[in-house]
């Protein structure tokens, strides 16, 4: 009996062992612990390569919106400048308008045509008028046409000292504002932005520079300061679409 045991236990010794010394050969089925770990690592990186293309292709998209948005706006800010002086034109014209009078005599007629001749005196004013334009839609176009960002910036420079009266000044720093923060030079672009935003209450790129700025905030990781912007966009400017961009940088930060 006791050789029985004694065989029986052995024979369980040589079996454990001969099962403890038997290679892993498969996991999941079929292959080896390392071609199933080859397969998960490639599967892994295909998923990576595919999320940073599918990011790529979000980032050009928004710029292009961006620059879809940008180039809009500024058609729709162009054409108020039209009909705004369109208006003063027809106004200046109407004022201007002689009053009917009795016939003059020749000397009459002579003296005032003398007195008249000075009228073409207004030409250089058209064309300073038109220098101004171009200046602008030279700049404007290196960042929507030529996407030359590098000389758009100094062109925006020059536009701002050459015709600092301008309507377009709001516009010229919000643009210089826009590339320099594209650049990551976010002291120089929130020196543009806080120029829109303090100087020019009426302009149209106020509420975009006000979220530009609460943006650079959250970017140089002053988040008191960035809810404070956002904010004041939502307060300010409620129906808008930089509203709407600044309640969705709000909740991101909760």
Do not use: C
Request: negative net charge; hydrophobic residues 40%.
């Amino acid at each position: 009996m006791k050789i029985k045991l004694a065989a029986i236990s052995m024979a369980a010794v040589l079996s454990t062992a001969t099962w403890a010394q038997a290679p892993v050969v498969s996991v999941g089925g079929s292959g080896s612990v390392n071609d199933r770990l080859a397969e998960l690592e490639r599967g892994f990186a295909a998923r990576s390569q595919a999320q940073l293309d599918q990011q790529r292709q979000l980032n050009a998209m928004q710029q292009e919106l961006s620059e879809l948005r940008g180039l809009l706006e500024e058609q729709s800010y162009r054409l108020e400048q039209v009909i705004e002086r369109q208006r003063s034109i027809l106004a200046a014209q109407q004022q201007a308008a002689p009053a009917p009078a009795a016939p003059a005599s020749s000397a009459q007629a002579s003296a005032a045509g003398d007195s008249a001749a000075p009228a073409p005196a207004a030409q250089p004013q058209a064309g300073a008028a038109s220098d101004e334009q171009a200046a602008y839609d030279n700049a404007v176009n290196l960042v929507l046409q030529d996407k030359d960002y590098d000389a758009a910036i100094p062109a925006f420079a020059r536009f701002i000292t050459q015709y600092p009266q301008s309507t377009y000044v709001p516009n010229a720093h919000y643009w210089l504002g826009q590339l320099l923060f594209a650049q990551k030079r976010f002291d120089q672009a929130k020196a543009q932005f806080a120029r829109v935003m303090e100087a020019y209450p009426q302009s149209n790129k106020r509420a975009d520079s006000i979220l530009k700025l609460g943006t650079i905030a959250r970017e140089q990781q002053d988040s008191g300061l960035a809810r404070q912007y956002f904010e004041q966009v939502l307060s300010e400017y409620g129906n808008s679409s930089a509203a709407r961009l600044a309640r969705e940088s709000l909740d991101s930060m909760n």
